[in-house]
């Protein structure tokens, strides 16, 4: 995976103040609003998604597929497929992932687990007709942890599950969120590589990143001009960058 380059994020967004007179970011404040920015663009995204599963339950998937098609595409590095969680030591009580953001399925033993609220726990565990099963199991979505009720747990349940991004380096995820970092040489800052941090969004998203920052700083986006000129600055640094 080709993520968003920090670099050419940061200095196309300052390319652009300097044009819009809005003065400059300092790598603290654009540092702290990369990573804003990305948890804003990646709610999107998953809001894309929620928004197909309602569009299928209204038959409406034609129209929308594209979206969601997108939408998975943008954020396919993310994904969690068919994860293991174990339950806490003798228990039927499960620990949601550290860094999970978006739950889309869990299954015990390659069946679907039906997931509820606390509130409906009490209907769907007293169920004469249909009572909780190894192969028809439910899952209580509690705010800090997830119970299932089955009949007899012996296994750990999978799960798949969207991630929240944070940063990566040389094209590989890391723990760090997306960090600009530079060296001083005289009065000026200088990018430094080897301190900083891309994001963990594919890199054709670095037009919607700079998009996004500039308008957390209050950079009027409706100005047509202003956005093809951050697509533009954009491009050319790539083109700069591909070795000829």
Do not use: C
Request: net charge negative.
């Amino acid at each position: 995976m080709t993520y968003a380059n920090i670099n050419r994020v940061y200095t196309a967004l300052q390319v652009l103040l300097n044009k819009q007179q809005l003065g400059f970011v300092s790598p603290s404040q654009f540092n702290t609003l990369a990573r804003v920015a990305q948890d804003i663009i990646f709610d999107s995204k998953i809001d894309d998604l929620n928004g197909q599963v309602r569009n299928k339950i209204r038959q409406l998937e034609t129209v929308t597929g594209d979206l969601q098609n997108r939408a998975e595409e943008d954020i396919s590095s993310l994904f969690e497929y068919n994860e293991t969680q174990t339950a806490s030591s003798g228990t039927n009580i499960f620990a949601y992932p550290s860094n999970v953001s978006y739950i889309k399925s869990i299954t015990y033993k390659g069946n679907i687990v039906d997931r509820i609220t606390p509130s409906k726990a009490t209907y769907y565990v007293n169920n004469n007709w249909t009572p909780p099963t190894d192969s028809y199991s439910i899952a209580i979505m509690g705010s800090n942890q997830i119970e299932i009720i089955g009949e007899d747990l012996t296994e750990g349940i999978k799960m798949s599950y969207y991630r929240r991004p944070r940063g990566s380096v040389s094209g590989v995820a890391s723990a760090n969120y997306p960090t600009w970092a530079y060296t001083t040489v005289g009065e000026n800052q200088v990018y430094s590589s080897a301190n900083s941090y891309d994001f963990e969004l594919p890199s054709h998203m670095e037009h919607e990143l700079v998009m996004e920052i500039a308008s957390l700083m209050g950079v009027n986006l409706r100005d047509a001009e202003v956005v093809q000129y951050a697509e533009g600055k954009i491009a050319k640094d790539k083109q700069q960058e591909t070795p000829s």
